[in-house]
């Protein structure tokens, strides 16, 4: 049922590159993207706001970097459990889009609830087939991520992030954008994912029996890379109950530094994109004045780094598909040496269908 693997996580992470491929070829033919979504309310798009709850929410997250600038258009994404009490901002052309894995989340189904009751157009990424929240939404995209058991989310998070990259791209499309080079980098991607999966798990496992005995990580990203230091730090938490703090690089030095020392590590994450992994190095520099450990996640080796997990190399926008894939085994990899039960943390449900 495992498939060889000690724990579902793990055969979860090692499936990302299947999951990755059966999502993303679903939608594209000929170098065009398919989606059953009514083209004209897309062209037309003026405004996207993007709700979900936990790491769907990072998903979400991750990928208004590149609605930004692939489109310029303004994207919101807000925490279910919030949003559902604001009043909401919708344009005329507006787009509402909910992200879940189950399907189930009761804030995210509420938040979907609203935005209809404003009369916005509502589209679901989600993985659960014929769930709630697909069949009260508009449009449904479907993640084919397959049944994840385990309750950290990992292959999901992956194939929303693809989802949203594509969705991304319908719309670009329809705009005469020429998508051809994004396209062919996210095809690409399934077989990375193949070809680094063990070498990666091996590298990750070596790290975190060094620091399996730490009780305080910091997570540090800059652009795209922030929401997935919020993720890392999720996975962390959620699985080896060890305290973690994700924070946007630059705000280090306004309050959390005072945090760092040698018993406190640093995973920082730093695509080689400049100007961004140069003012994440900085950083990083910062971090070793405190006497603070680094491990770096990178596609470029920098010497600040007392442990490096090299990444393979893509363009910044795709580094997400890539980064996540350590910060996810780093977490699997610690909670399994301190013995925890991985696939079923305490306190946590697999579909939180309560508010
Ligand atoms: C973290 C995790 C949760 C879920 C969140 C939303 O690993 O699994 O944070 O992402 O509860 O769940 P869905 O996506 O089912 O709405």
Same mark, same amino acid.
């Given at each position: 049922q495992k498939g060889g693997f000690k724990h579902f996580m793990l055969k979860e992470i090692s499936e990302e590159d299947e999951a990755l491929a059966n999502t993303i070829y679903a939608h594209i033919f000929n170098d065009k993207i398919n989606m059953d979504i009514d083209e004209e309310l897309l062209k037309k798009t003026d405004k996207i706001t993007i709700v979900a709850c936990g790491t769907s929410y990072y998903a979400g997250l991750t990928s208004k970097y590149f609605f930004e600038e692939l489109l310029s258009i303004p994207v919101n994404v807000e925490i279910a459990s919030e949003f559902r009490y604001l009043k909401p901002i919708f344009t005329q052309n507006s787009i509402f889009i909910a992200i879940s894995q189950? &399907? #189930?989340?009761a804030d995210t189904k509420e938040s979907l609830n609203l935005a209809k009751s404003f009369g916005v157009k509502t589209i679901s990424i989600v993985? /659960?087939? #014929?769930?709630t929240i697909a069949r009260l939404s508009d449009y449904v995209l479907y993640t %084919? *991520? &397959?049944? #994840? @058991?385990? /309750?950290?989310?990992t292959k999901a998070f992956v194939c929303q992030l693809a989802m949203l990259y594509l969705f991304a791209l319908k719309i670009a499309q329809l705009k005469g954008i020429e998508i051809k080079p994004y396209l062919n980098e996210l095809m690409s991607l399934p077989s990375i994912l193949k070809t680094e999966f063990s070498r990666l798990n091996t590298e990750v496992e070596k790290i975190a029996k060094k620091y399996a005995n730490v009780k305080n990580f910091m997570y540090l990203g800059r652009g795209l890379s922030y929401p997935l230091a919020l993720e890392g730090a999720l996975k962390l938490k959620e699985i080896s109950y060890i305290h973690a703090e994700g924070y946007p *690089?630059?705000? %280090?030095?306004? &309050?959390? @530094? *005072? %945090? @760092?020392? #040698?018993n406190t590590p640093t995973f920082v994450i730093a695509p080689n994109f400049e100007p961004l992994y140069s003012k994440t190095i900085s950083n990083a520099n910062e971090v070793k004045a405190r006497n603070g450990k680094i491990i770096l996640l990178s596609d470029k080796f920098s010497n600040i780094a007392d442990d490096f997990v090299q990444v393979p190399n893509t363009s910044y926008f795709f580094s997400a598909f890539v980064n996540i894939v350590p910060l996810q085994l780093f977490a699997y990899h610690i909670a399994n040496i301190l013995g925890n039960d991985v696939d079923q943390p305490r306190n946590l449900a697999k579909s939180v269908t309560v508010e």
């Open positions: 189950s &399907g #189930e989340t993985n /659960v087939q #014929e769930s %084919l *991520a &397959g049944p #994840e @058991i385990s /309750v950290a989310s *690089a630059g705000e %280090l030095k306004h &309050g959390p @530094i *005072a %945090l @760092i020392d #040698e």
